[in-house]
DNA sequence: GGTGTAAGTTCATTTTCTGAACTAACCGTC
DNA sequence: GACGGTTAGTTCAGAAAATGAACTTACACC
């Protein structure tokens, strides 16, 4: 199977690999949410190459991720912008580089996130929207287990 | 750039990219928290070739997300567990899974997440360590803003 | 007329992936 | 004891995708 390929598989994991399951994807979105919008600014930042980067945009694009607006008429100049959708990726986002900030060894510098109505800096965590409790693997149940669960 | 050298940008999404980021890769963790652990059970329920397989695997074994042991001595034959690295990536798959089902057209079938504590149907949200409000995107901010951070 | 900027496209070479077949090391059975 | 089945891979030719560098378009500034 090819990555173009993976949107036929019904399942979320599979679904949101379709549009974001690329390393490059992924660092674009990470600038956009920074607040990039050009094509240079990604290409410069990602290193990624330029076609690529064409690439991915366009494909964002495509997926309702990103939209590509005229910032400019002459010369047409274009950049990009998250769309809602792009925006709701954004927690995605922040829980990945927690998990990387503390369960990867290369240390990178600290992210000095703050929550603003609290004032203080803070680690993202999950919790269960109808009771506010944290929730963990331990915690977690399903109605109708996905098809192939096993057992240890 | 190659997908091999992602690993030197001294970035906390990036360095997770290095270890997931690929869409195969993220499929076998998927799996492998719902309980599988054989080559064969990833190389089906993933539909990758089984020398992607065979080669994503090595590599989360080398990035100690997963270990690999013998279950049987003769024939040999091995499998894969989620190390605690690994399993500190279910609220990454959680929180992606639940974009997907919010943000993305095509529909999958119910996920029917349930919290055993409070045994309720759930939908994560992601909270602020220190006062436990949700975080949004508009109430965060960075003590030091992230290189190259844009204003629109 | 030359230099610079921005958003790409093109292209030859290199790298990676696919799909199918093959291997190794057994077990069960007819 | 030959045949088929299982599991965890490896091998390989052909196809697809990525790389890096150069090129293109369309201006603006000097």
Redesign the interface.
Known sequence: ?R?SE??T???????????I???WT??II??A?????RFE?FQR????SRAVVAERLARLVD?GVMQREQYEARPPRYEY?LTP?G??????????????????P?P??P????????G??????????????P???E????????A?????
Chains 1, 2 share one sequence.
């Open positions: 199977m990555w993976i949107d598989i019904p399942c979320p994991i599979a679904q949101a690999m379709s549009v399951g690329d390393a992924m660092l990470r600038d949410l920074r607040g990039s919008t600014e930042s990602t290193r990624a997926h912008r959708r925006r709701a990726l954004q927690p995605v986002l922040m829980v990945l580089s927690h998990w990387s900030e503390t369960q990867l290369k990178t510098r992210t000095g996130r703050r929550h603003t109505p609290c203080h800096a803070f680690t993202p965590v999950v919790t269960c929207s109808e009771c506010g409790e929730v963990t693997l915690t977690i149940n399903y109605d109708r287990p996905p192939s669960a096993a057992k240890p």
